[in-house]
C-alpha cells in the first residue's frame, strides 16, 4: 500500500560550494640573434593535464598525465633544433630565431594568445612567420601532417625540397587547436607540424613508453633542412587567409567528442578515439570508425566534417552514416553544446 501512494515533489534546496582558484603560468624564451633585423617563432607549448582536468579522456581518474607525446616530444624537438642552430654562424642565420615554450595551451591557447598581444609594433612588423611542434612523437609509417601550408604560397616548395623519406599529408588551414592559430589570427604564416593523434591522447597512458624517438628526429631533422633552405634563399613569405570551411574564432557551437585521425588514407574522416561520455560514445560510434555521413552532408575528408559543425544543433539529433569494419552502419548522435572554460 505504501509503495502505490502517489509522491508529491517537494521544492529542495542544494548549497555548492565553488571555490574560485587563481593560477600563475607563463612563457619561457630564448633568442639566437641573426645577422638581419627579421626573425622567426618556434614554438611549443609546455603545459599539459596534471592529474586531470575537464580535458581528460579518462574522466573520474585521478592520475598523472605525463603528456610524453602531447607535448614533451614537441618540447624536445623544439630544444634540439635551438640546439642545432645555435651551432651555425650567426653571419650565415640572416634573421633571428626565437624559441618559446608557451604555456596554457591546454586551457585555451592562452599562453600564445598574450605573447601575440604583447608584441609591439616593430617586434610585429619584423617577425615574419611562426613554426609550431605539438604532438610529434608518435608518427607512423614515415607520414607527418603539417596544417598551414596554405597560409604562405612559399611553404609547398620549400616542405618539398625538405621532406626527405617522410611523406608530408598537407592540409591548408592555419587555424586549429594549437598554438600557431594564435599568430594565423594576428596575419602570420604558420605551419604546424603534428604525427597524428593515438588512443592515448589525453590520458595517463600517453607516456614516455609510446614515443617513436626515431620519427620524432625525422621530424626535427626535416625542420632543419626547411629552416637551413629558407636562411639560404630567402624566399618571401606572403600571407594568405584561407577560406576554410572552419568555426569563427568564437569556437564551435556543438561537440560531438570525436578524436579524428588526421593521419588516415580513407574515403571520409576516421576516429582515432571518441570522448568517454561524449555524444559520439552515447551514439555507439568506436574508434575506427569511418565517418561517411553526416546529417545531410556526404563526408569525403575533414573538411566536409567541419562544415557539419556549422550545420548541427546542440540537442537535435541527427543521422550518422559510418563504415565499421568494411560494412556501413547507420546511427544517429545528439550533438552536445561544447563546453565553455
Excluded at 580535458?55 to 598525465?65: F, M, R, V, Y
Excluded at 619584423?126 to 604532438?135: C, K, P, Q, R, V
Excluded at 609510446?210 to 636562411?231: E, P, Y
Amino acid at each position: 500500500l505504501l509503495a502505490a501512494r502517489p509522491r508529491r515533489s517537494k521544492p529542495a534546496v542544494l548549497h555548492i560550494l565553488i571555490e574560485r582558484v587563481t593560477l600563475s603560468t607563463c612563457n619561457m624564451g630564448a633568442r639566437l640573434p641573426g645577422s638581419g633585423a627579421r626573425r622567426i617563432i618556434v614554438g611549443a607549448h609546455m603545459d599539459h593535464l596534471g592529474h586531470g582536468t575537464t580535458s581528460s579522456l579518462t574522466p573520474g581518474q585521478q592520475a598523472i598525465h605525463n603528456g610524453a607525446d602531447d607535448n614533451a616530444s614537441g618540447v624536445s624537438t623544439m630544444l634540439a633544433l635551438a640546439a642545432a642552430l645555435a651551432r651555425v654562424p650567426q653571419s650565415a642565420r640572416p634573421f633571428t630565431v626565437e624559441f618559446v615554450a608557451f604555456g596554457a595551451e591546454e586551457m585555451g591557447l592562452l599562453g600564445s594568445k598574450h605573447y601575440v598581444d604583447q608584441l609591439g609594433p616593430d617586434a610585429r612588423a619584423a617577425t615574419i612567420a611562426m613554426l609550431n611542434f605539438d604532438m610529434v612523437g608518435r608518427m607512423q609509417d614515415n607520414r607527418l601532417i603539417v596544417a598551414g601550408v596554405g597560409t604562405s604560397s612559399a611553404w609547398s616548395k620549400l616542405l618539398e625540397q625538405a621532406a626527405g623519406p617522410l611523406e608530408i599529408v598537407p592540409s591548408e588551414d592555419g587555424f586549429g587547436a594549437s598554438d600557431q592559430a594564435s599568430f594565423y589570427a594576428a596575419g602570420l604564416p604558420v605551419l604546424h607540424f603534428f604525427s597524428g593523434y593515438h588512443p592515448d591522447y589525453h590520458k595517463p597512458s600517453d607516456d614516455l613508453d609510446k614515443i617513436n624517438f626515431a620519427g620524432t628526429v625525422a621530424i626535427g631533422d626535416l625542420t632543419l633542412r626547411l629552416i637551413a633552405r629558407w636562411m639560404r634563399d630567402q624566399p618571401t613569405l606572403d600571407y594568405l587567409k584561407i577560406k576554410a570551411p572552419t568555426a569563427p574564432r568564437g569556437g564551435f557551437r556543438v561537440s560531438l567528442g570525436t578524436v579524428p585521425d588526421y593521419a588516415a588514407k580513407v574515403d571520409g574522416v576516421q576516429l582515432a578515439d571518441v570522448r568517454a561520455g561524449g555524444p559520439a560514445a552515447a551514439a555507439g560510434l568506436l574508434a575506427g570508425d569511418i565517418i561517411i555521413r553526416l546529417g545531410a552532408r556526404d563526408i569525403h575528408n575533414f573538411d566536409d566534417y567541419m562544415a557539419c559543425f556549422g550545420e548541427l544543433k546542440p540537442g537535435v539529433a541527427a543521422p550518422i552514416r559510418v563504415l565499421r569494419g568494411g560494412a556501413p552502419l547507420e546511427l544517429q548522435i545528439t550533438p552536445s553544446a561544447p563546453q565553455r572554460r
